[in-house]
């Protein structure tokens, strides 16, 4: 599985378990959608592909200032949950090396 795979499969558990704790919701609501879609929009077309790290790290800023915003919010709610709902994906995502500079 490449890293950018990875990648959108991390971003959309910690989506989908923010919009189930926060909207209450079985599925993805409409804002919680768009969100994932943008995301992984974002991450196909990253210019670092395999080579990328964190984005809150890279030197290539890419998102848009509200989706940025709403991004982070997400992570900030589901990043220690993950602990609990996917531990081991966590510790694997812990260990991303930073974005290559082109």
Partial sequence: ????????????????LYC???HQCKELCEECRALE???HLR???CRYGDAKGFCT????QCYAK?????????????????LLYHPILLLKH???KPAQKA
Avoid: D, H, W
Wanted: proline share 4%; glycine share 2%; hydrophobic share 45%.
């Fill in 1 to 16: 599985m490449s890293k950018i795979a990875k990648e959108k499969s991390v971003i959309s558990l910690m989506i989908k």
């Fill in 20 to 22: 189930q704790k926060k």
């Fill in 37 to 39: 879609a943008y995301a």
């Fill in 43 to 45: 991450l196909n077309n």
């Fill in 57 to 60: 790290a890279c030197p290539t």
């Fill in 66 to 82: 509200a989706q940025k915003l709403k991004v982070r919010e997400v992570m900030r709610f589901s990043g220690p949950r993950m």
């Fill in 94 to 96: 812990s260990f991303v």
